[in-house]
């Protein structure tokens, strides 16, 4: 029986590191379904907008991360290319490829410190400013506090973000997916604790700082702590170059960042500011669920990253569109599915008033039109993502004119279409320009892939 599991896990593309992180996703999609339940009966809908909306405004993070993990990720992979292992902790090798991660370790453990320190600033300001501004009449709900916990919870992570990218740039994908299970599971049981006790806004915040721990703690303990320092003092004459190597690669991830913030973010606190905490927390809680699909279904992507760019370093770009062929069609296929058993769900609650813990569940969701328009953006993001995922696995950004003019005409359509006709202008203006995107990217994939390989 289990060779069998296996055999078929094989054939569907679930390696280690995928199963670990499909865990994760379905823990993440299932525990927040059943968190959209404890959100809908223990919050009032204008809590549920400050829910929602808190992670609108903690996404600003993007602004100081500028896209630097995922780069670390893809560079330390192509310098693995080039050692040996002896063991979990030690290896051998190009003394260059050695130095330069080892260079690259220092560099990011310093940015990542001091950015950390400037993002908790950020988030203290932003959302002060925000919430105190458009839920001054908002005045029974106690979000200050909770928003204080958020702002350092999420500072924190930020600064453990390049360790665990560097790690999944040494192969240690499925350990990293592992410990992130482990963490997930132990804040969605906390949050439902919290929720089950009435701690109301302050449920989220209080089990993400106390499941913060465990993965440090995962670090310092285990074989990971040691790897790390055999690589610190692997230093050599060979540096990577941040000016003349990360810089021009980065600046052009991190436009492509922001612009994404301002295609997928802005949707909340538009709706909280123009038409109140009740209607953005419709907004939240459906993206809520279509984002845990879109994460469900890329994780078959983004787990290969590492593979993607051991395969381009070493030219084997046969077997690379082979196996990211392949990946996209089995990811791709999972998120349609996915997508309509949800739809399905929810016409279902709908149509026959079923009630959950006495309370109309698919009345804290969009309405189905403007939910329907927010879907076809999912898929269809899902494949752009895809093609982007390959192309930056190259050390480059391709996507950068696209991603700046779809920020731009996401901001303008989001902010002027929801002032007049509020969520249904909202969901009409994203659904298409990214099918606009969506034809744009493919012809960058496609002129590009043929250029870049034919060099």
Not at 55 to 63: C, D, E, P
Not at 306 to 335: C, H, M, R
Not at 431 to 452: A, D, H, P, Q, R
Request: glycine fraction near 8%; aromatic fraction near 16%.
């Amino acid at each position: 029986m289990i060779n069998l599991i296996k055999k078929g896990s094989k054939k569907i593309g679930i390696d280690g590191a995928i199963a670990y992180t499909i865990l994760s996703r379905f823990i993440q999609a299932g525990g927040g379904l059943i968190t959209l339940l404890f959100v809908a009966k223990c919050l009032s809908k204008v809590e549920q907008g400050y829910y929602y909306t808190f992670g609108s405004i903690l996404a600003i993070q993007i602004f100081f991360e500028l896209g630097l993990s995922s780069i670390i990720t893809q560079f330390v992979a192509h310098e693995t290319a080039n050692i040996t292992w002896h063991n979990t902790t030690s290896f051998t090798g190009s003394v260059e490829s050695s130095s330069r991660m080892s260079s690259l370790l220092r560099f990011t453990l310093k940015w990542f410190a001091v950015i950390a320190v400037l993002l908790l600033i950020g988030l203290l300001i932003a959302g002060y400013a925000f919430f105190g501004k458009f839920g001054e009449d908002d005045n029974l709900v106690n979000w200050k506090i909770p928003w204080f916990i958020l702002a350092i919870n999420t500072s924190m992570s930020l600064m453990l973000s390049p360790i665990l990218a560097f790690l999944e740039g040494l192969g240690r994908i499925r350990e990293v997916a592992k410990i992130r299970l482990v963490q997930q599971t132990i804040q969605l049981f906390l949050i439902l604790l919290f929720f089950s006790l009435g701690f109301k806004l302050f449920a989220s915040p209080l089990a993400a700082i106390l499941s913060f721990g465990i993965v440090p703690f995962w670090i310092l303990m285990g074989d990971k702590k040691k790897l790390l320092i055999f690589i610190w003092y692997k230093i050599d004459v060979f540096t990577v170059n941040y000016r003349e190597e990360i810089f021009p690669y980065q600046w052009k991830i991190a436009i492509s960042w922001i612009s994404g913030y301002f295609i997928f973010q802005l949707f909340n606190p538009v709706l909280f500011a123009t038409e109140g905490a009740v209607v953005a927390g419709q907004m939240g809680m459906t993206l809520t669920v279509l984002n845990s699909i879109f994460a469900l279904a890329f994780s078959w992507i983004s787990t290969k990253v590492p593979v993607f760019s051991g395969l381009i370093a070493q030219k084997e770009y046969e077997k690379l569109d082979s196996l990211f062929n392949k990946t996209l069609i089995q990811s791709a296929f999972l998120n349609f599915f996915v997508l309509t058993f949800f739809f399905g769900v929810v016409f279902v609650l709908r149509h026959f008033e079923i009630k959950i813990e006495g309370k109309n569940f698919a009345d804290r969701l969009l309405d189905f039109l403007p939910m329907f328009f927010m879907m076809i953006p999912i898929l269809l993001n899902h494949i752009v993502g895809s093609w982007a995922t390959y192309l930056r696995c190259h050390k480059k950004e391709p996507m950068l004119l696209q991603s700046v003019v779809m920020g731009i005409l996401c901001s303008i359509s989001t902010v002027t279409l929801g002032h007049y006709f509020g969520v249904i202008g909202i969901t009409t203006g994203y659904m298409s320009l990214t099918i606009i995107g969506f034809v744009w990217t493919y012809f960058i994939f496609k002129n590009k892939k043929k250029e870049w390989h034919n060099e």
